[in-house]
């Protein structure tokens, strides 16, 4: 055929709509760019699909565990943040800078040191350095923590005052501990207590045996970006005195991504 005919023929060709593989596409790509669960109807409209086939998909994609309900909304799931190596919050390019004062806290707490972003309702702990005689955590193997019983993940919340909303929204928390703080009032004290003093601490909330202490970091815009924790037995040194040693080194990491 020559090539003025085909070129004719291609124009003269209709349109077809979006099949499933690109509409599942539009879905996931308004999912990555969004920092909080988003409603179906707010992905409709960003996406122009119908409410039917928008939640048909999303049905498939949940099964996939490449998206993950939310409350009433969606959030990318881990399946796909795995695949892309992604963690909400944290900067790209900012492990160079990060790394090697997580490993001065490690050399001078010989305690297990976590970074940690939050990924949906938890934390995700991007980096983890190990002293020898480690302490054994509920999140071996899976590197997520929930929000509300962490040092790390409040270090998170309390900073945070979206995800803060989004966590207190849904009232009651579950109880992995004696000492897990259940109920929304009491966690709310707590938060207050650590943007006040900038520490946030954990004592056997969500393991027994382990007490754990992390601070804030900050990123260039000013908003809290990742949380630096150390993990050790609840026998251990007062907490108070790790604590200073841990909010010294999310100062020292929140200047040096400002000054990157």
Request: aromatic share 4%; with cysteine.
């Amino acid at each position: 055929m020559p090539l003025e005919t085909a070129r004719k023929e291609d124009l003269a060709r209709p349109v077809t709509t979006p099949g499933s593989l690109e509409r599942g596409i539009d879905i996931l790509l308004a999912l990555s760019a969004a920092p909080r669960p988003v409603s179906l109807a707010q992905l409709c409209r960003s996406t122009g699909l119908p409410k039917s086939t928008a939640h048909r998909i999303l049905g498939v994609l949940c099964a996939r565990e490449l998206v993950r309900r939310v409350g009433t909304g969606y959030l990318p799931g881990r399946q796909l943040e795995t695949m892309a190596g992604i963690a909400r919050g944290r900067i790209p390019g900012s492990r160079r800078v990060v790394l090697p004062y997580l490993l001065c806290l490690q050399e001078t707490t010989r305690q297990t040191v976590n970074l940690a972003v939050p990924a949906g309702l938890e934390a995700r702990y991007v980096e983890r350095l190990y002293d020898h005689d480690r302490v054994r955590s509920r999140s071996d193997g899976t590197d997520l923590a929930p929000l509300h019983c962490t040092a790390t993940g409040k270090a998170l919340l309390a900073f945070d005052p979206g995800l803060r909303e989004e966590l207190l929204g849904r009232g009651g928390f579950e109880r992995l501990t004696r000492r897990t703080i259940t109920g929304q009032a009491a966690l709310e004290r707590e938060l207050a207590q650590v943007r006040r003093y900038g520490v946030a601490y954990a004592q056997e909330e969500y393991t027994e045996g382990v007490s754990c202490v992390a601070a804030p970091v900050f990123g260039p815009g000013g908003g809290v970006c990742m949380s630096v924790g150390v993990a050790a037995p609840a026998t251990s040194a007062p907490l108070a005195r790790l604590g200073l040693t841990v909010r010294g080194a999310a100062q020292a990491i929140t200047a040096a991504l400002v000054a990157a």
